[in-house]
């Protein structure tokens, strides 16, 4: 559905992407994560044609938008950072509008209005002009305005800034919604927005993809190592001391004060060596209160690919 | 073209429901309406006095020319208050929309970057073809009352119109070439107060170059229109300009694109 290849693009001699290739199907839902300034907003940009790239070829919808731009644009529906709304307008008014000048006209329109108001729960503020909606309201309208024309594709950037966690939550049920019959692009610099709602995530930084898989393998598998965190009532440097001796044990750190304290442990994955863990604890006469894994999370590997130290993978 | 018809839809309601449209009409028509009453009060009063010397001296009344006196000034005074008004109308054309990030909507829409220029452009001509014929209502009054010429009312509103139209296309291409309102609606008054007055700088330069700054000049141009002249070299000239104008304007908002 949207190919990407050796995309690359140069603000004067700032390279804002550099050579990026991706595929995605019809029918997923991907994240595009990233820091601020990684090329995300450049990217989505380049693939709903409203800036053509220095180099690389992007194809939309089996159209490739530098030869057949129309033909994209009519399969597309985009909402940019910030929604492109006319606050002088109704909503209605608007998202009229926008269906007029995306093709649509008399009772197909009216038809989709309907659809689009009741779709994104923005029917109640219908008459309402949009410099009186609230921020959550224009982020609704905005994203009403990219699916008014029934598209192929949905790229969103950014859909949740700004918005209160309720909201948050509202937005990202209707793009998993939105996802069962669509193919979504969004991005995001927030990460639990990418496990709530993709199936796939590509990481970008400085222009360049850096890691590309689900959220799941990302979180898991990566690193080839476990992580557990136990709780343990006991005096803290024998603990310590006791845990580290164990085999497979790579890396033990404490957290908290008092005499009940946290320890994380890095494991080997194999061999399981958490049965020993707990037993070295409980033969030592501490009391064992908890004990979790806990895989590295997201925000950990984001960390670490998007910071110079990070591991390359 | 009817994406360009969409546009325009668009652009003249958000002139009308925002105060732009009515605060620049009022003012012109208060200002332009001031200039009415003083040229008929200064007309009514010379004419008196002509009747009166005439009387004393057993003389034929003297013919007083109305489209001359009253008609002729009224449109050149209103050609100068269109120049302070008119970049008020042009100036959100295009940086407004870049500004609020509208122009992301209208650019991944499938629609071309003619049609968006070309609907701009006539969104804002309406406006100022709205606040021109308001004026009529004054000229009417003098048809009412006495029996000027038809013919310089109607050029002088052509001349008008046109000379409209090259202010605007002049203010679209400003105003599409900054995110900056204030500096769009400078940037087309200052262009038009050059091109208005660089006349006078001809008779202080060569014949031949005098010659060309003398073509530039748009006052030079719409004195014709005044005085009930429509020449066809005078026709070209605003249009040519506007057109020429517009086209500058389309590589502006293309090259917006290709910069970023």
Redesign the interface.
């Given at each position: 559905m949207i190919d990407v290849k050796n995309l690359s693009k140069n603000y004067g001699s700032f390279e804002a992407v550099k050579d990026v290739s991706f595929f995605i199907d019809k029918g997923e839902v991907v994240g595009f994560l990233g820091p601020n300034a990684a090329g995300k907003t450049t990217t989505m940009r380049i693939l709903t044609c409203y800036m053509p790239a220095t180099q690389g070829s992007v194809s939309v919808a089996g159209f490739d938008v530098f030869d057949n731009p129309m033909s994209v644009k009519k399969r597309v529906g985009y909402l940019p950072e910030h929604p492109p709304l006319y606050p002088e307008m109704t909503v209605e008014s608007y998202l009229s509008f926008v269906g007029k000048i995306k093709g649509l006209s008399g009772k197909i329109l009216k038809m989709k209005l309907d659809k689009v108001l009741e779709r994104t729960s923005t029917a109640e503020v219908r008459s309402n002009l949009i410099a009186n909606l609230s921020k959550g309201f224009k982020q609704r309208v905005g994203l009403a305005q990219a699916l008014i024309h029934d598209p192929e594709v949905l790229v969103l950037d950014e859909p949740t800034v700004g918005l209160d966690p309720k909201q948050i939550i509202e937005v990202r049920e209707l793009i998993k919604e939105l996802g069962e019959d669509h193919t979504i692009i969004l991005s995001t610099h927030i990460l639990p927005e990418v496990s709530a709602t993709c199936g796939r995530v590509i990481i970008i930084n400085k222009g360049k993809i850096v890691a590309e898989d689900t959220p799941e393998n990302l979180t898991s598998g990566l690193q080839g190592q476990e992580r557990i965190e136990i709780e343990v009532d006991g005096p803290s440097k024998k603990v310590l001391a006791a845990l580290s001796k164990i085999k497979g044990v790579l890396k033990v750190s404490e957290d908290g004060d008092g005499s009940i304290k946290r320890y994380k442990i890095e494991l080997e994955k194999e061999p399981d060596v958490r049965k020993a863990v707990a037993a070295s604890v409980v033969n030592n006469g501490w009391g064992l209160l908890e004990m979790k894994s806990s895989g590295l999370s997201l925000e950990e590997i984001f960390l670490q690919l998007t910071t110079d130290e990070g591991v390359e993978v | 073209m009817r994406?360009s018809y969409?546009?325009y839809m668009?652009e003249l309601?958000?002139y009308f429901?925002?105060p732009i449209a009515y605060v620049v009409i009022a003012l012109f028509l208060a200002i332009s309406g001031i200039f009415f009453y003083l040229l008929l009060q200064s007309f009514i009063q010379m004419s008196f006095r002509m009747m009166m010397q005439a009387q004393q001296f057993q003389m034929q009344v003297p013919a007083m020319n109305i489209n001359q006196m009253v008609i002729r000034s009224l449109f050149l005074n209103m050609s100068i208050i269109t120049l302070f008004m008119l970049p008020m109308i042009t100036m959100k054309l295009f940086s407004e929309e870049k500004r609020?990030?509208?122009?992301?909507?209208?650019?991944?829409?499938?629609?071309t970057n003619w049609e968006i220029v070309i609907g701009k452009f006539f969104a804002a001509l309406t406006v100022y073809i709205a606040m021109i014929l308001g004026t009529v209502s004054y000229v009417s009054v003098l048809f009412i009352y006495g029996n000027p010429e038809l013919m310089p009312v109607i050029s002088g509103y052509l001349g008008l119109i046109l000379m409209g139209a090259m202010t605007v296309a002049i203010g679209g291409l400003i105003s599409a070439l900054t995110e900056n309102q204030i500096i769009a609606a400078v940037g087309c008054f200052g262009t038009m107060m050059i091109l208005w007055f660089v006349g006078f700088a001809s008779g202080f330069v060569g014949p031949e170059l005098g010659a060309i700054i003398k073509y530039l000049s748009v006052m030079e141009h719409f004195t014709d229109f005044a005085k009930g002249v429509i020449d066809s070299s005078h026709m070209v000239f605003y249009l040519s300009f506007a057109f020429f104008s517009l086209f500058l304007t389309y590589q502006a908002v293309e090259s917006a694109?290709?910069?970023?």
């Open positions: - | 994406n969409h546009i668009r309601r958000s429901v925002s609020s990030g509208t122009i992301e909507l209208l650019f991944t829409s499938p629609i694109k290709w910069r970023g």
